[in-house]
Structures are given as structure tokens and as C-alpha cells.
């Protein structure tokens, strides 16, 4: 294999909050969504190119950075962005918050497809709005979405945003063109503005591809904005980069402004070299990590069949984050999470987290080598079976 997947590198010691939060010895972290191999070669050398140069000031964002992000999507996604709707930041997380502060006013509703990402909580309760759930449904080992009670939920006048997660974290979803179609119309039908969270955009498998919501009609983008990051992808969260894309010239201006407000409108050198070195170079690198990366599912699903049959395991149509049908263990989530830590010290995410939907279930984290990925289904295996 032209790129090394499988070589377990040590990353305790280097101030990762995935592995060394946990202060006991040998444990084995599936939680956090970042991924435990190193990026693409042609973002370490465009860093270490970087480096080499030694002053590290305030950086302007070049246009090569813009054209980058607009040839990629146009030949990944077939997305035709215009440069001018594109706004940075230094994250996804603060996009949301400052997205939401732009668009709403205390006490207005948010739309959320639980469960989900646990910071779209947070967000909407730190500008003051409310939380207004649309349930997904699970049924016969998957999810869909209830799109009658998302009339019913985007009727409520209170009722301004709708956080669109496509693929959707943590159920593994990834939104059918027919799906975003019908929500985007919904949304619209009632004035509800959709934000999408689209970082996970090139981690999806064959036979589901993903699809930009703005990208289906002429009307959508100027009624949503996008948000994406090539930091799942490519495993950079740390350096702090993402963009907004937003076409409507007055809702950019209000993001621009809350982005200026919250302070996150400064990114650094390194996130601006790393992004243009992903998106012009890092094509066929990402190609081998998405086959490995089912692989690695493909492992987990034989494991589960031999091992833990009674525990079913959702479909994963994108992300490298499992979601997992725990509820035969009778523990609940929050106690199956605490004792594979306990007693196994595999760290894995409590469904709980995800919000309304979540109880019964947990996340795991499978992009690390596959031999790391094996001790950590033994651990669980140990632990469930000796839980019945």
C-alpha cells in the first residue's frame, strides 16, 4: 500500500486531548472524532516548508487558499462555489455559535435531527435559544427522518434554524439528494433558514455519496449556509480552520459581523497551508483512507456477527464514528460507557451525550490502525460478556 495506515503511532505525551486526558496507563481512546494516523504527506511537507521560513505573524488569506476550496468542491462534489460567498474561521463549532447568533434572536427555536453533535446543544443554548427536536426514527437497524413532525416543528413561528448534519454524527446517515430535497423544502415552505454541517463531507463510502444540500436548487443557497473543514478529513482539526459559504450577500454580512464579535475571525498560517495543500494535493491520500476506513468497519461488523451478535451495529454510510445498539446489555449508555472504562479502560462516547435518541446506544471511534481497533473490540467484548 502506497500509504501506511496501519503503523500505531504513540501519541500520549503530545498533549492530545484524546489520549491524554485519561491519566491511567493503557488506556485505549475511541471517543474523540479525530484520527489516530498522520495526514496526508503533502500537508506535511507544505508545513514543514512553512516552518522552515520561521516567522509565524498574522496571516493574510491568500486567493490560491479560495480557489483551492472551489476547485475542490467543484470536482469533488460537483458544487460551484463563487469565492466571494466564502467566509473563514477557525472552526466549525464557532461557525454554528456565531451562525445561530447572526440569524436568531433569544428565544427563538433551533431544529435539531436527534440525536446529534453535542455541541449543536451548546450552541443554541449559548445564544439564548431553544432547543426544538425532530426526532429521528429507528427502525429495522436504521434511521429516517420524521418529516411530519418536521412540518409540524418548522410551523412553530418560534421556530428560525434548522442544523442540518449531513452525514449526520453520530448515526452514520448520509442524507439521500431526495431527503435534503424534502427538508430544504420544508424549510422553506415555512421561512425556516438551514444551516448545514457538512464537515464530514469526504468520509462517506460507495453507495453513498454525498451530496451539498445548497447544491439542489437554485433557491437553497440563498435560503442556508454550509459549513465545512477539511479537518476530519485529513485529520487537522488542531491546526483551526473552516469556511462558511454563504451566498446571500446580507446573511453573510450579519456571519461576518457575529464571527468578528465572537473573536474567531482570525485563523492561522498553518490551517491556511494545510487547507490548500488537502484540497490541491490530497485527493488520492484520501482515497486510500476511505478504503481503510470501511475496512476497518467491515472488521468491526465480523467481530460483532461472531462475538456480539445480540448488538447491533448501524449502518455506516459516512464518518469513521459507529454507532452502536448497546440496550441488550441492560446497563443503559452512561453505565455500559463507565464500565468498559472501568474495567477495560476503552474510552467510547455515551449515546446520552447526542441528546434526545441517544440513550441505549454508544459511539465508537474507528480510525486508528486496525490492530489498535482489534484490542479495543476485545475489551468490549469482555466487558458486555461478562455484563449478562
Request: charged share 25%; hydrophobic share 40%.
Amino acid at each position: 500500500m502506497k500509504y501506511d495506515f496501519d503503523t500505531i503511532i504513540p501519541r500520549r505525551g503530545t498533549n492530545s486531548y484524546k489520549w491524554d486526558t485519561p491519566e491511567e496507563e493503557n488506556v485505549l481512546p475511541m471517543w474523540v472524532a479525530d484520527m489516530d494516523f498522520r495526514t496526508a504527506p503533502a500537508i506535511i511537507e507544505a508545513l514543514q516548508k512553512r516552518v522552515t521560513h520561521g516567522i509565524f505573524g498574522y496571516t493574510k488569506v491568500p486567493e490560491a487558499y479560495y480557489d483551492a476550496v472551489v476547485r475542490w468542491f467543484e470536482s469533488r462534489h460537483r458544487w460551484r462555489i463563487d469565492p466571494r460567498w466564502i467566509v473563514y474561521t477557525s472552526g466549525v463549532v464557532p461557525a454554528l455559535s456565531a451562525i445561530i447568533k447572526a440569524l436568531t434572536a433569544p428565544g427563538d427555536k433551533v431544529i435539531v435531527q436527534t440525536p446529534a453533535y453535542n455541541c449543536f446543544y451548546s450552541s443554541i443554548r449559548n445564544d439564548g435559544c431553544e432547543l426544538s427536536a425532530n426526532n429521528l426514527v429507528y427502525r429495522d437497524g436504521s434511521y429516517t427522518i420524521d418529516f411530519d413532525d418536521l412540518e409540524a416543528k418548522a410551523a412553530d413561528p418560534k421556530a428560525k434554524v434548522l442544523l442540518l448534519c449531513n452525514p449526520h454524527n453520530p448515526v452514520g446517515r448520509v442524507w439521500t439528494p431526495e431527503e435534503l430535497r424534502r427538508i430544504g423544502d420544508i424549510c422553506l415552505r415555512n421561512g425556516v433558514f438551514v444551516v448545514a454541517d457538512e464537515i464530514h463531507c469526504e468520509l462517506t463510502y460507495e453507495g453513498h455519496d454525498y451530496t451539498p444540500f445548497a447544491s439542489l436548487s437554485e433557491r437553497f443557497p440563498q435560503k442556508s449556509v454550509t459549513c465545512v473543514s477539511p479537518s476530519k478529513a485529513f485529520n487537522i482539526a488542531g491546526l483551526q480552520i473552516a469556511n462558511i459559504v454563504a451566498a446571500d450577500e446580507e446573511v453573510r454580512r450579519r456571519i461576518d459581523r457575529a464571527i468578528n464579535i465572537n473573536e474567531v475571525c482570525d485563523v492561522n498560517p498553518f490551517g491556511v497551508i494545510a487547507t490548500t495543500a488537502a484540497y490541491n494535493e490530497g485527493g488520492e491520500w484520501l482515497d486510500a483512507l476511505r478504503k481503510y476506513l470501511r475496512e476497518n468497519y467491515e472488521y468491526l461488523c465480523r467481530f460483532f456477527a461472531e462475538r456480539l451478535p445480540q448488538y447491533p451495529v448501524l449502518p455506516l454510510e459516512g464518518t469513521y464514528l459507529v454507532w452502536i445498539d448497546c440496550r441488550a446489555s441492560g446497563l443503559g449508555s452512561d453505565a455500559a460507557t463507565l464500565r468498559l472504562q472501568e474495567q477495560q479502560k476503552l474510552m467510547v462516547n455515551s449515546g446520552t451525550l447526542y441528546g434526545p435518541g441517544g440513550e441505549g446506544f454508544i459511539r465508537l471511534n474507528i480510525a486508528c490502525p486496525r490492530a489498535l481497533l482489534a484490542d479495543g473490540l476485545e475489551r468490549m467484548a469482555r466487558c458486555f460478556n461478562e455484563a449478562e
